[in-house]
């Protein structure tokens, strides 16, 4: 039987119960409690995904409030996953949330391999590497996002693919880091919001998965592209870009 919080989700063409039941099964580790994270992980806890995972090392600063809205001004100082721990289980006290390690490439495949599901929301491309190849080691699909300023990409790497494919070394635009170029809170709320929605369609295996596509949102221009991608046979640089169109180190 379908709990009366779990009506709306049920009542969706191709989920029902027994998405329901998938959704209760699934254990989803989200890397990165900021920006991102924080959307990524209230509506995963809302839609009921049994099992949570969140990593992330660093604690609470002020400057965090105007876009990571899982915390508080009451938990400044505070470790940001055991604070989003606190906000995911009052939304939803039914569910499994653990606190996990920093995710590092090759030191972390226990970690990774106990969930079906990763969701990168971390806010550095070092970070976005080791998550990567450690699923592809492991043989996890996880989904992953980057945001800076007003514009966020988003892909789905399984089946071989990772983010190596579309970024075999990381992007190098000095002008366009955070510092410079800061970041509108409400597009962590979009950006983060399509890595959650990806995440329950490959849960409850409803819809079109963005494997091999790169989703491309310019939220100040209002425009929204989908690039596809194959993975490289050969090892290839970033490309020169204009700022414009670059994907620089992103912010949380």
């Known amino acids: 039987m379908v709990a009366q919080r779990d009506i709306m989700t049920a009542r969706i063409p191709g989920i029902g119960e027994s998405g329901i039941e998938k959704i209760r099964a ?54 940001k996953a055991e604070s989003a721990k606190i906000t995911v289980l009052a939304l939803n006290p039914d569910i499994q949330v653990n606190i996990e ?10 970690t990774v391999a106990a969930y079906d599901f990763v969701v990168d929301a971390t806010d550095n491309f070092t970070a976005k590497y080791a998550i990567s190849d450690t699923c ?16 966020f990409q988003a892909s789905l790497f399984t089946d071989g693919l990772t983010l190596r494919d579309i970024y075999p070394e990381p992007p190098t635009v000095e002008t366009m880091s955070s510092k410079t170029v800061g970041v509108l809170g409400a597009v962590c ?49 970033v490309p020169s870009v204009t700022p414009a ?7 949380e």
């Open 26 to 79: 699934a254990k989803v580790l989200v890397v990165g409690a900021g920006g991102l994270g924080s959307p990524v992980l209230a509506y995963l806890a809302a839609a009921g995904i049994g099992t949570i995972g969140i990593s992330d090392p660093d604690n609470l600063e002020e400057s965090n409030l105007q876009r990571q809205v899982i915390h508080g001004v009451a938990r400044l100082g505070m470790n």
């Open 245 to 251: 169109e670059a994907t620089p180190e992103p912010i």
């Open 189 to 237: 709320g979009q950006g983060g919001s399509v890595l959650a929605t990806e995440c329950l369609k490959w849960v409850t295996g409803v819809g079109e998965p963005l494997i091999g596509r790169l989703l491309i949102v310019d939220t100040a221009a209002g425009r929204w592209n989908v690039v596809p991608f194959r993975p490289r046979t050969t090892p290839a640089k």
């Open 136 to 151: 592809a080691r492991v043989g996890r699909p996880h989904m992953w996002g980057t945001l800076v300023s007003m514009s």
């Open 101 to 110: 390690p920093k995710i590092i490439d090759g030191q972390s495949d226990e």
